[in-house]
């Protein structure tokens, strides 16, 4: 099946949940993690959606991915947490601290939860969501394994170190940045070299610091931070402040997803939740989001841009079309999910229809 073939979303969540079950994650965490993998889907992040299905049950096999770890608390100063993630199902984890991060927000108006010994969590913007439903801000940050060249070097230091903010509005779609602070996201480069694609110029450099559009020497060499200096800058930042806050890992010390898989990776992770009200009333900030929202859409277009988008506003359009007319999963996905299929002895999620 190629990327011709739409997978109903419910189909796509009972298989991964019902997988990671298969492997020891308790049900909760097993379905958390399922909706993640698919709410990335849904929204057109196929770089974090059920394509990672596989290293994760390959961990949970190998014992890196802690299957009934529960979200520890170290250190409680009211509206900051320091957690400990335990090894955990990483995107389960996740969802607990950005959960209890909301909790806090409501007392206090702001929560923080700082996590360390955590593992690959998906998609962020998945957690920063999580605080729309609840008339807040959402923010989550993360380290990463080391495949980004910090500005001015050639070799690896930095992870890919996303953010997301979710910021919610009246009528209009939520406000949403989801981005990593390398150019691109590894899973780009890794899903061009498992379908022997060529990569972009200005993605990453080889071994010896020269651009590359060989995804083998891409990932050999390094990855490139977005915006050169300020990207890296941005990338430092979240490193210290997800990383090395809560007392975690940093950079080279952080085991890489697809390596060394019997050791826990130790992601660091930082969510908080700001609640509106604390500031203003939500229905005056929210609309004032929306007015912001259509002055920008309504400004004169770029030559060659049909229209003016806001962040997240073409993944909350996706997200909304696919939940009801099945996602259109890249071959490397399906592939993914067959192996994983075979690996379990689970029948693999069917398509439902064929896309247009």
Known sequence: MGESSRYAAAGLRAFCAGALQDVGVR?????????????????GVHSHGVLRLGIYVDRLRAGSI?????LA???????????DAGAGPGIAMAARA??????????????????????????????????????????AASNADSQVAPYGARAK??????????IPAREEPPVV???ATSVVAHGKVKGAFDRGEAIPPGWAVDPEGNPTRDPAQALAGALLAFGGAKGSALSIAID?????????????????LYQRLDEPQGVGQLFAALR?????????????????????????TAAGVARVLLPGELEHALAIERETDGIPLPADAVAELARVAVLLGRKPPAPMTQAP
């Open 27 to 43: 049900k909760g965490g097993a379905v958390e993690t399922a909706e993640g993998l698919v709410a990335a889907d849904l929204r």
């Open 73 to 83: 608390t170290v250190h409680d100063a009211g509206a900051v947490v320091v957690a």
């Open 177 to 179: 940045l989801d981005m």
């Open 276 to 300: 509106v009200e604390a500031f203003d009333s939500l229905d005056t900030f929210t609309r004032r989001v929306d007015e912001t929202v259509r002055r920008i859409r309504a400004l004169p």
């Open 157 to 166: 230091f930095l992870g890919t170190n996303p953010l997301a903010i979710a």
């Open 240 to 256: 210290l402040l997800a990383g090395v806050l809560p007392g975690g890992k940093s950079g080279p010390e952080i085991v890489p």
């Open 66 to 70: 802690h299957p009934e770890a529960e």
């Open 98 to 139: 950005m959960d209890l991060a909301i909790g806090r927000a409501r007392e206090y108006g702001v929560g923080l939860v700082s996590v360390r010994n955590a593992n690959h969590c998906g998609m962020l913007a998945h957690f920063a969501l999580r605080a729309i439903r609840d008339g807040m801000i959402g923010l």
